[in-house]
T-cell receptor, first 118, second 110 residues
Framework: DVKVTQSSRYLVKRTGEKVFLECVQDMDHENMFWYRQDPGLGLRLIYFSYDVKMKEKGDIPEGYSVSREKKERFSLILESASTNQTSMYLC?????????????????FGPGTRLLVL | GQSLEQPSEVTAVEGAIVQINCTYQTSGFYGLSWYQQHDGGAPTFLSYNALDGLEETGRFSSFLSRSDSYGYLLLQELQMKDSASYFCAVSEDSNYQLIWGAGTKLIIKP
């Protein structure tokens, strides 16, 4: 079974702090994703990585950065946390080999980190 | 722009059948996926349709009409454990990203 783990389930930070959210997957997946989930808005993509050291901006990258130094690990960084970044953060991975199926790939999610910025 | 529309909430009775609709407007289309998320849990994959028609997996079925930009998830013999949010998501192009709907909260009454 694919396992995606996230460093914390709950996190409380103060405005202006630098925040690191870590995500690790154990299935040698090429693709990794960071989303935030807010009520009524579904999942919004923050950043996406399709290879080590590669990253692409998603729909809402402002205020965030990412790092992927190793294939299994994808970190989300809030450079200076603000109250509007209070949210549920979900990490996901997919294999990156699904081109024969029209690029459909199951995304496997971690349990999420609920971040509160005070 | 790109958008997916699904009802925000659906209520059904245990043992009944319920259909959750999804209409999409995207610049490209490879296929439509459905995910389930229980409260406090992570989304988990349910089904995928790339071609028109019905795909059945046990009590769950998913339908796609590409010409109508429309799909639905059909849940039969509803059980209380099916109470969850259901998301449709479109694979828009070849970069493996998904465009997500806002989710439908399914409430099941005894």
């Amino acid at each position: 079974d694919v396992k995606v783990t996230q460093s914390s389930r709950y996190l409380v930070k103060r405005t202006g702090e630098k925040v690191f959210l870590e995500c690790v997957q154990d299935m040698d997946h090429e693709n990794m994703f960071w989303y935030r989930q807010d009520p009524g808005l579904g999942l919004r993509l923050i950043y996406f990585s399709y290879d080590v050291k590669m990253k692409e901006k998603g729909d809402i990258p402002e205020g965030y950065s990412v790092s992927r130094e190793k294939k299994e690990r994808f970190s989300l960084i809030l450079e200076s946390a603000s109250t509007n970044q209070t949210s549920m953060y979900l990490c996901a991975s997919s294999s990156g080999t699904g081109s024969l199926r029209g690029y459909q790939e199951t995304q496997y999610f971690g349990p999420g980190t609920r971040l509160l910025v005070l | 722009g790109q958008s997916l529309e699904q009802p925000s909430e659906v209520t059904a009775v245990e043992g009944a059948i319920v259909q959750i609709n999804c209409t999409y407007q995207t610049s490209g289309f490879y296929g439509l996926s459905w995910y389930q998320q229980h409260d406090g849990g992570a989304p988990t994959f349910l089904s995928y349709n790339a071609l028109d028609g019905l795909e059945e997996t046990g009590r769950f079925s998913s339908f796609l009409s590409r010409s109508d930009s429309y799909g639905y998830l059909l849940l039969q013999e509803l059980q209380m454990k099916d109470s969850a949010s259901y998301f449709c998501a479109v694979s828009e192009d070849s970069n493996y990203q998904l465009i997500w709907g806002a989710g439908t909260k399914l409430i099941i009454k005894p």
